[in-house]
């Protein structure tokens, strides 16, 4: 699939994003009144950046690879947590895209597990949350790659 060489190639534009976290161990996150518990296993996490500039694509996208930060949205608490590895995101560049209509249509065709209000407080499409566990054994990374790679999604991986 098209691969990008780090989120300074992404132009100044909107659009939508996957990530791919792996819980490496069990552990907890607590935000306010809420509360989750994550299993070892891949995750993805749907997400957009409907601005410019400081809220662009390319912005969005290197805030989640860096673990510096101070912790703001849901997401933030896992991509700084030491039992998550961010694998990879995966790019729509459909400025037209949002992030509910790709899981809509991630989960006709995946079996998955949605983590509860987990990401989704702006939602307006009653998704359930934006965090989803991939509940079949046989989806990888390289089956992924292949999933987006066959759908014209980019692919970005950090440090390179
Ligand atoms: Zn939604």
């Not at 998550?84 to 809509?104: G, K, M, P, W």
């Not at 995946?110 to 965090?131: P, R, T």
Request: charged residues 25%; proline residues 1%; contains cysteine.
């Amino acid at each position: 699939m098209s691969q990008l060489n780090g989120p300074d190639e992404i132009a100044d534009q909107r659009g939508t994003y996957i990530l791919v976290l792996e819980a490496i161990e069990k552990f907890q996150i607590r935000i306010k009144q809420l509360k989750w518990t994550f299993q070892p296993g891949l995750l993805l996490y749907f997400g957009s950046a409907k601005g410019l500039t400081s809220n662009s694509l390319r912005n969005r996208v290197k805030r989640h690879f860096t673990t510096k930060k101070k912790n703001f949205w849901h997401i933030d608490y896992l991509t700084t947590h030491s039992a998550i590895v961010l694998h990879r995101a995966y790019l729509n560049l459909d400025e037209r895209s949002t992030e509910c209509q790709n899981l809509a249509a991630f989960s006709k065709d995946v079996e998955i597990a949605i983590l509860s209000n987990f990401g989704s407080s702006d939602c307006k499409n009653k998704c359930g949350g934006h965090l989803v566990y991939l509940t079949s054994k046989y989806l990888n990374l390289k089956w992924l790659d292949d999933y987006f790679g066959e759908r014209e999604w980019l692919k970005i991986t950090e440090g390179t």
